[in-house]
């Protein structure tokens, strides 16, 4: 069957894939549009392979709601560039996969590439997106969060998104408390969260730079005490100075509104993946070697 620039056209809108590459497709299976799909559904398993050890460590943080606003879940996809970030198919991909993992509630990011979109597997879904793109893509992790009375949601600039569970309150109060963690990355809700051992660390740092002061020893302790408990607030989420009001802290707002929070949850792009430090200059000399 002779391929015609009409076919073309039509395989490249629903695979993403170049012109180039879609008449081959189609060549090699004398025309017939599915076949032509599933041959480059194929060679794009083996781009995406090739993809899959280059650092991915931009993204989206994307999130996905109940109807009742009582459960969310919150998911980091990840890619390599921030152009490719911002790209509306990718962001697309990003929202099926919150969705998804809403839906299914699977229990690992295993289960949640198995799950369906359209016919096929999220995993499918990502290695076609793969070819597209030209990125490694990859689903790095997702958060589930049920509300007991509010449940705040935020994300920023798709960077940084946080989900919290207010017990009281209201929903205004508990979108600003989300805005709250996104801005100041509290570590945990209160100091009696604070794990024994993190404490111990920081005491022991705290009283060899007090020692090194000369100061009597009932000095150093005093001074020991009020450091850690300002290392403490600063660390904690009801010892922090609420964003909006800095004369009010998160524990006095949430006393005054009679509420309570009972569990956060904060995602940044990219945060704990090692990035490749390029040296481009080089890069270039190693191009202009034939290296």
């Not at 799909?37 to 794009?44: A, D, P």
């Not at 993992?101 to 997106?129: C, H, K």
């Not at 302790?221 to 450091?227: A, F, N, S, Y």
């Amino acid at each position: 069957m002779a391929v015609t620039a009409a076919m073309v056209k039509e395989l490249r809108e629903r695979t993403g894939a170049g012109m180039m590459e879609c008449k081959k497709a189609l060549v090699e299976t004398n025309g017939d549009l599915n076949a032509a799909i599933e041959f480059l559904r194929k060679s794009g398993l083996a781009q995406a392979d090739k993809k899959a050890s280059r650092v991915a460590a931009e993204g989206r943080i994307t999130m996905a709601l109940s109807e009742d606003g009582k459960e969310a879940v919150m998911v980091e996809v990840n890619c390599e560039t921030d152009f490719v970030a911002k790209d509306g198919n990718f962001g697309a991909f990003a929202g099926a996969v919150a969705q998804n993992a809403l839906n299914d509630d699977p229990a690992d990011i295993e289960a949640l590439m198995n799950s369906n979109i359209d016919g096929e597997s999220m995993e499918e879904a990502r290695q076609a997106l793969v070819t597209k793109l030209g990125e490694n893509i990859q689903v790095r992790r997702f958060v589930r969060v049920s509300a007991d009375d509010s449940l705040g949601a935020y994300v920023h600039g798709g960077k940084i998104g946080v989900l919290i569970n207010l017990s009281g309150g209201s929903e205004e109060l508990a979108r600003d408390l989300a805005m709250h963690v996104a801005a100041l990355n509290p570590e945990y809700v209160s100091a009696d969260d604070v794990p024994a051992d993190v404490i111990a660390r920081e005491k022991d740092i705290l009283i060899a730079q007090a020692e090194s002061s000369g100061k009597p020893a009932e000095i150093i302790e005093k001074m020991v005490t009020g450091r850690l408990r300002k290392h403490l607030s600063g660390i904690t989420l009801l010892g922090q100075p609420f964003v909006k009001d800095g004369d009010l802290t998160v524990a006095k707002l949430l006393d005054q509104n009679g509420a309570s929070v009972t569990g956060f949850r904060r995602l940044a792009v990219g945060e704990g993946i090692e990035k490749k430090q390029e040296n481009f200059a080089d890069e270039v000399m190693q191009q202009v070697s034939g290296g």
